[in-house]
């Protein structure tokens, strides 16, 4: 044993030879026991340290307070300081949020009495349209004209509201400049005026800028007198052509029938007739005759020399070179050939075969008015399709080949009229104007001689 504790007390001695020296004491303690104790100096201190309480206590004293204080802020004892700014921030937030709320619900507030306010209208509006259907049709004025419900009872073909309407019609002063001659006005006769525009449909869509609407004056099976037709020609290949059961589908905007035809449509010229559709087919002067009992094509033709795609359109443009109409007299072509040199032809035609019949070249060039149509057998020009305020500037009479200016009013309502017809069952000219069907009741009459 004590050779063991001298052999490690060597090895000490030898090991700290560069450091201070090591003492080794041999004594009993209090209960009588042997206790060996050696002491070695420590290499960094030069004494021990004194008592407690010196500047390693303060230092110890300072960071344990520091530490002390910081668990206490950690804690929660003293919160506020630590969480100040991002309690700040989430607070500002708050009442950003909910000043956002309040402001919310007052444009809701708004809204909902805009709302109430709008339906309140409507309501108003569908009580008037459902007192004016109620009572007898009074002298239509231009302003009750332009009320008229869009299912415009009038189209009632027949109807008692419809002849009472057309009495009253006869009551109407005529233009000033134009005398007319009333016992004539059940018959043929020149235009003596047209009457304000009646929208029945606005189009759904781009493709329903430009179109046509049609009613066929002699419709056949299995389509009634009622049935009425349309197109939308904005595109490259038309072809849907649409059905309506009578004017209330149409205004509603709810075909009967959708056809989609075998040969694409060129332009606002087609017309139905007969039972079938005659339409030009794109990019040629073939013109197409569509039977709609069969639903095919059941003759074609091509006009002889007319123009087509954009050589003598109407002024709007559009690719009007051919323009089909109907009336008193049957089935007409209305466009312009290099040897007419731009000036408008007319053209019957055989409404079976297509076949050119007979032709009148007149003095009007085409391009320079914005469409036409046929009445009893005269030609009538449109001078403007854009003005608010047009006229009907020129007629043609096929029975005496002249021509003259005439200045009757014609009003473009929508600013961009891209078809005007006239059907002679309802005697009134149908017309697609920037996306409206829209149409004019028309009076004839013997007009004083000029
Ligand atoms: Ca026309």
Not at 144 to 157: E, F, G, K, V, Y
Not at 423 to 447: E, I, T
Request: hydrophobic share 35%; proline share 5%; aromatic share 8%.
């Amino acid at each position: 044993m004590w050779l063991q504790v001298a052999v490690c007390l060597s090895c000490l001695l030898l090991g700290g030879q560069g450091q201070e020296r090591a003492a080794f004491y041999r004594s009993n303690d209090r209960n009588s026991r042997c206790q060996y104790t050696f002491t070695v100096a420590s290499p960094a201190e030069s004494s021990c340290p004194t008592a407690v309480g010196g500047a390693e206590m303060d230092s110890l004293k300072s960071r344990l307070t520091l530490l002390e204080s910081l668990v206490s802020r950690l804690v929660g004892g003293d919160a506020g300081a630590v969480g100040a700014v991002p309690d700040a921030g989430l607070q500002e937030a708050y009442t950003q949020a909910m000043g956002e709320n309040s402001q919310l619900q007052r444009d809701k507030e708004r809204l909902d009495r805009q709302v109430q306010e709008l339906q309140r209208r409507v309501e108003e509006q569908r009580q008037e349209t459902e007192r004016l259907l109620a009572r007898p049709c009074q002298a239509p004025s231009a302003a009750l004209q332009d009320q008229r419900p869009a299912s415009d009872p009038a189209w009632q073909h027949g109807s008692p509201g419809y002849q009472e309407l057309k009495a009253e019609v006869t009551e109407v002063p005529a233009p000033k400049q134009i005398q007319e001659s009333s016992q004539e006005n059940t018959g043929c006769g020149e235009l003596v005026s047209i009457g304000e525009p009646v929208s029945h449909r606005r189009a759904e869509g781009i493709a329903g800028k430009y179109g046509v609407w049609m009613q066929d004056p002699e419709a056949v099976a299995p389509y009634g007198t009622q049935m009425l037709w349309r197109i939308n020609t904005v595109g490259t290949e038309v072809r849907e052509l649409f059905g309506y059961e009578d004017m209330d589908q149409l205004s509603l905007g709810f075909p009967t029938k959708v056809l989609l035809l075998p040969e694409p449509v060129e332009s606002t010229g087609a017309t139905m007739y007969r039972g079938s559709l005659y339409y030009q087919r794109r990019r040629s002067r073939t013109l197409l005759r569509y039977d709609l009992a069969t639903e095919s094509i059941a003759s074609r033709r091509d006009l002889p020399h007319a123009g087509f795609h954009g050589q003598f359109p109407y002024s709007w443009g559009g690719y009007t070179d051919i323009d089909l109409a109907v009336d008193e007299q049957g089935l007409w072509a209305i466009y312009s050939t290099n040897k007419a040199k731009g000036a408008i032809v007319a053209s019957q035609l055989d409404p079976n075969s297509l076949e050119v019949k007979k032709s009148w070249e007149t003095n009007i060039r085409k391009n320079t008015v914005a469409n036409a149509f046929m009445i009893c057998g005269r030609l009538y020009t449109v001078a403007s399709y854009s003005s608010p305020n047009t006229t009907v500037n020129y007629m043609f009479d096929t029975a005496t080949s002249e021509s003259k200016s005439v200045a009757v009013p014609l009003r473009n309502r929508y600013r961009y009229n891209s078809m005007v017809d006239y059907n002679r069952v309802q005697r009134k000219l149908f017309a697609w104007d920037n996306f409206h069907m829209v149409s004019y009741d028309v009076r004839l009459g013997k007009p004083e001689a000029n």
